[in-house]
């Protein structure tokens, strides 16, 4: 019973950062019977959700289309517009893929109850990993987002146009049909819904970037106790038949159980990582190109602004890219252990058990961007190089 305990404690403490935000955002997969209230709660939050989202989305790609002529305020308007197109499209896979989720949630439940204590060491520290790469992605987001959508409008003030009209600043213009947004109310109104959309835009960055480093750290910390279940086996003294056929059969079972979480996780992860990746690279040059022009307008308070969202966005493609490495590392140390058993120490009727294991293992397991560009470090570097050719070709063009 305590040990039972001391594992749901150890699940709670690890998954407190994904849980919060993917509470806020209403991604969190229900119990399968749940109540009406529990129901009906997040069905408004993830209404509310799209609803301040999409509010500051579409006007401001009208207005950046239908009244902006320059090319250069274009590029201004459009920017946080392209993250919150991008974390809306994975906001919606993960609601698509709720059923998956919810498979895969359950599963890694099971195995923080049924692991050892060396195991769920191993559990908790991938875990942290992926806690500290949300908090860090979530501070400088929020703080560089929230600051720019409070305090762009009162920093600015009022505009007066050349025709003596006056006209109050709002941190994403945007070009209402139906109604004038200058007005009293309304302005308020609007001011208010673009600072929670973006609190939401940032709370579903930061819960897909949850969900992709609980499952994909989880994935390596299988994949580590196959390892060690291998390396135990080869190394151990007794090699009757009985102990052997308990130990391969463990490790099949095991292996079973990674194959599974793995076809899970391709339901879900590349189409998120394939956003993930188009966002940064066009962020990282968007707002490269913001700063630039920022500091030809010495505007202090928007370059500070602007490069905490910069370190942000670096930050989580770093992360993704990290993460993906880490798995195909273990993935590698997985084979070479495969490679190296001392196989020939066991019975020979059983040895020949472990020869698909051996064969499955030579496949590397890896997360790919929409099963196109492979997510590693090597990655990174690539996503890094390609936003400073864009940002040449901005400045060059405009």
């Not at 559990?123 to 501070?139: D, E, S, W």
Request: aromatic residues 10%; hydrophobic residues 45%.
């Amino acid at each position: 019973m305590s040990l039972t305990k001391n594992a749901e404690d150890d699940l709670r403490d690890s998954m407190s950062v994904f849980y919060s935000m993917l509470k806020i955002t209403g991604a969190w997969p229900n119990p399968t019977k749940s109540s009406l209230s529990s129901v009906i709660l997040k069905t408004c939050i993830i209404f509310t959700s799209y609803f301040v989202q999409l509010v500051t989305l579409i006007p401001s790609v009208l207005y950046a289309f239908a009244k902006e002529k320059n090319g250069r305020k274009r590029i201004k308007l459009l920017t946080p517009q392209i993250n919150n197109l991008c974390q809306l499209i994975k906001y919606t896979i993960l609601f698509r893929r709720m059923k998956e989720f919810r498979k895969m949630m359950e599963e890694i439940r099971n195995s923080w109850l049924n692991a050892t204590e060396e195991n769920r060491r191993i559990f908790r520290t991938n875990a942290k990993i992926g806690r500290k790469a949300v908090i860090g992605i979530g501070v400088t987001m929020f703080s560089g987002g929230l600051s720019y959508r409070i305090l762009t409008p009162i920093l600015r003030g009022k505009l007066v146009l050349p025709n003596n009209t006056t006209i109050k600043i709002l941190s994403c213009p945007g070009y209402f049909v139906f109604f004038d947004e200058q007005v009293t109310p309304t302005y308020e109104i609007i001011y208010f819904l673009q600072i929670f959309g973006g609190f939401f835009t940032y709370s579903a960055q930061c819960a897909t970037m949850g969900v992709y480093a609980m499952l994909c750290l989880h994935m390596c910390s299988l994949m580590r106790t196959l390892t060690n279940k291998m390396k135990e086996l080869s190394d151990q003294s007794d090699m009757s038949e009985s102990a052997v056929q308990a130990k391969i059969a463990d490790i099949v079972e095991h292996r079973i159980m990674i194959k599974r979480f793995s076809t899970n996780i391709d339901q879900i992860i590349p189409s998120m990582c394939f956003f993930e990746m188009i966002d940064d690279t066009l962020i990282v040059c968007s707002l490269g190109y913001c700063i630039i022009m920022e500091w030809e307008d010495s505007n202090v308070i928007n370059i500070a602004m602007y490069f905490m969202i910069q370190t942000s966005c670096t930050l989580s493609n770093f992360a993704m890219c990290y993460i993906g490495q880490l798995l195909i590392d273990e993935s590698d140390t997985v084979r070479r252990t495969c490679a190296t058993l001392n196989w020939y120490r066991f019975p020979m009727n059983k040895a020949r058990y472990l020869v698909l294991v051996i064969i499955i293992s030579n496949y590397r397991i890896k997360i790919t961007a929409a099963k196109v560009v492979e997510v590693s470090l090597a990655t990174f570097t690539d996503i890094m190089k390609t936003s400073m050719g864009y940002l040449n070709v901005l400045r060059t063009t405009l």
